[in-house]
Structure formats: structure tokens, C-alpha cells
Nanobody, 127 residues
Framework: QVQLVESGGGLVQAGGSLRLSCAASGRTFSPYAMGWFRQAAGKEREFVAAITWRGSNTYYGDSVKGRFSISRDNARSTVSLQMNSLNPEDTAVYYC????????????????????WGQGTQVTVSS
């Protein structure tokens, strides 16, 4: 059973930075992609960033481009999200997700593209 565990969330002031990590266990082969999503209170889950495992291609949601950076560590089976220049609109629960199915396109921004999800970590940005 694949398990994803997020860490690194917390409270930060506007303009600050946080680094989220997602550790994976229970799988016997590398994923095809991993991603980060977020969900603010009363809103739908929103795509934040994704990275492919073989080509290291990265994708970002429009609201985080230029501020967030996704990276992966093959040896540790982890994916990280560096978040800079945070603002109160970034406040949400952040979820890690992974796709174990082969990629059929570069469309990784939908929740249906992923097979496993973590429990989430809260990020709160104060003004």
C-alpha cells in the first residue's frame, strides 16, 4: 500500500518562505509523476505544481509561477515544494499526490491524474 506523508507546513508571515516535503513508501517502482495541490477553506482543490520522474519536467499553476519550485530526490523517494514570497492567499492545506500509471500527456493539473494522496499539511500565511 502506497503511503504519502507531507511535512513542513506551518505558520509564516507574508513575504516569507516554507519548504514542504513529501515522503513516499510502499511502492515497488518509481512513479511517473508527483504533484502538489492545495485546498483553501470552502474552495475546490487547486493544482500547484507537478514533476515527472523520468524527464524532470515541471509544471506550475498560474498563481504560483515564479514563486514556488518543485523538485524530487530519487534516492529518498521524496518530492519537495519550495514556496517563496508567500501571501495570505496561499493559505491552504497542501496535498502531495503521485501517479503510478504511465503518462499519456503532459496534463498533470487535474486531481484525476493521480492515484495516491497524502493527508495534507496546513500552511497559514499571516498578513
Amino acid at each position: 500500500q502506497v503511503q504519502l506523508v507531507e511535512s513542513g507546513g506551518g505558520l509564516v508571515q507574508a513575504g516569507g518562505s516554507l519548504r514542504l516535503s513529501c515522503a513516499a513508501s510502499g511502492r515497488t517502482f518509481s512513479p511517473y509523476a508527483m504533484g502538489w495541490f492545495r485546498q483553501a477553506a470552502g474552495k475546490e482543490r487547486e493544482f500547484v505544481a507537478a514533476i515527472t520522474w523520468r524527464g524532470s519536467n515541471t509544471y506550475y499553476g498560474d498563481s504560483v509561477k515564479g514563486r514556488f519550485s518543485i523538485s524530487r530526490d530519487n534516492a529518498r523517494s521524496t518530492v519537495s515544494l519550495q514556496m517563496n514570497s508567500l501571501n495570505p492567499e496561499d493559505t491552504a492545506v497542501y496535498y502531495c499526490a503521485e501517479r503510478l500509471r504511465p503518462l499519456v500527456s503532459s496534463r498533470l493539473s487535474g486531481t484525476a491524474e493521480y492515484d495516491y494522496w497524502g493527508q495534507g499539511t496546513q500552511v497559514t500565511v499571516s498578513s
